[in-house]
């Protein structure tokens, strides 16, 4: 089976731009979280979808948002981009709620 | 609330040598347990899990077992390699109030020399 994949890789805004991420989970997982990563604060949880739904949301503003499409990918936009949102963004899919979590290799977002 | 804490890293050993990376947990019922490790540049990759008390989980060498009575879940290996460098998280997954809570640790980095 092939693993949760996420594009771009990599990816370099300015502050004040959007930027749309995009993961596509492993064949058959319904669930996907979105998680941000830096060096100071760590994995932090964003959001979850499942079944098209968003079923949980970490403290993140507003300008953090997502979708799930009814084939499992995932979208997460982020909105007038700040300095402080440079992270790696990762994905991870399950077959259900609360189960082992499989992650993507993430998207490396640096905003000048 | 419920919370994931794991010891302070970096841990540094020569290869060959016990690891040890701890790990406890707060909830209020009866969470999932996981080890996730990190190589450079990749994403996190499931080590191992357990799901009620007592369990063991292992892999490649690693195992840790869900201790309830001291809220642990302790990862170890016998004989580790330079390949076993990598960050280490350990990780809590609990129903609660019609969702999930999926709590991570603040991540281990391990260190291995030849």
């Known amino acids: 089976k092939a693993g949760v994949t996420q594009t771009p890789r990599y990816l370099i805004k300015t502050r004040g731009q959007q930027v749309t991420l995009s993961c596509s989970p492993i064949?058959?997982?319904?669930?996907v979280s979105w998680y941000q990563q830096t060096p100071g604060q760590g994995l932090q949880f964003l959001f979850e979808?499942?079944?098209?739904?968003?079923?949980n949301k970490g403290n993140f503003p507003g300008r953090f948002s997502g979708r799930q499409f009814s084939n499992s990918r995932s979208e997460m936009n982020v909105s007038t981009l700040e300095l402080g949102d440079s992270a790696l963004y990762l994905c991870a899919s399950s077959t259900n709620r609360g189960g082992e979590q499989y992650f993507g290799p993430g998207t490396r977002l640096t905003v000048t | 609330g419920d919370s994931v804490t794991q010891m302070e890293g970096p841990v540094t050993l020569s290869e060959e040598a016990f690891l040890t990376i701890n790990c406890t947990y707060t909830?209020?019922?009866?969470?999932?347990l996981f080890w996730y490790v990190q190589y450079p540049g990749e994403g996190l990759q499931l080590l191992l899990k357990a799901t009620k008390a007592d369990d063991k989980g292992s892999n490649k060498g690693f195992e840790a077992t869900y201790r309830k009575e001291t809220t642990s879940f302790h990862l170890e290996k016998g004989s580790v390699q330079v390949s076993d460098s990598a960050v280490y998280f350990c990780?809590?997954?609990?129903?609660?109030?019609?969702?999930?809570?999926?709590?991570f640790g603040t991540g281990t980095r391990l260190k291995v020399l030849a």
């Open positions: 909830a209020t019922g009866y969470p999932s």
């Open positions: 979808y499942f079944s098209e739904t968003q079923r």
């Open positions: 064949s058959g997982h319904r669930s």
């Open positions: 990780a809590l997954s609990e129903p609660t109030s019609g969702t999930y809570k999926y709590i």
